[in-house]
Nanobody
Framework: QVQLVESGGGLVQAGGSLRLSCAASGRTFSSYAMAWFRRTPGKERDFVAQ????????LYADAVKGRFTISRDNAKNTVYLQMNSLKPEDTAVYYCTAGTSLGNWHTWGQGTQVTVSS
């Protein structure tokens, strides 16, 4: 089973950028679809972006479309989330997740906090 560790969160001013990374253990990373979700206090975990095993297929939530980019490096067992033009409403704990297929998420990281100040 793959294990996931997120990093790259922090405090940034509105309009700034951050890049989140999610490092996966194991030799089968390229067989997993990957995604990012986020959660704010008192709310459900919301979908942010997903990427297929090959990286060809990508999907974004409307709230982040045009500002965030998901990518993956299968040689490094890592998926990234480049976040530009950050807004205070992007403040959340961001989680990466892996699945055997898109939408079938079964393994989660511990999360990384992103705080955007106004």
């Amino acid at each position: 089973q793959v294990q996931l560790v997120e990093s790259g969160g922090g405090l940034v001013q509105a309009g700034g950028s951050l890049r989140l990374s999610c490092a996966a253990s194991g030799r089968t990373f390229s067989s997993y679809a990957m995604a990012w979700f986020r959660r704010t206090p008192g709310k459900e975990r919301d979908f942010v972006a997903q990427i297929s095993q090959s990286g060809i297929s990508r999907l974004y939530a409307d709230a982040v479309k045009g500002r965030f980019t998901i990518s993956r490096d299968n040689a490094k067992n890592t998926v990234y989330l480049q976040m530009n033009s950050l807004k205070p409403e992007d403040t959340a704990v961001y989680y990466c997740t892996a699945g055997t297929s898109l939408g079938n998420w079964h393994t989660w990281g511990q999360g990384t906090q992103v705080t955007v100040s106004s």
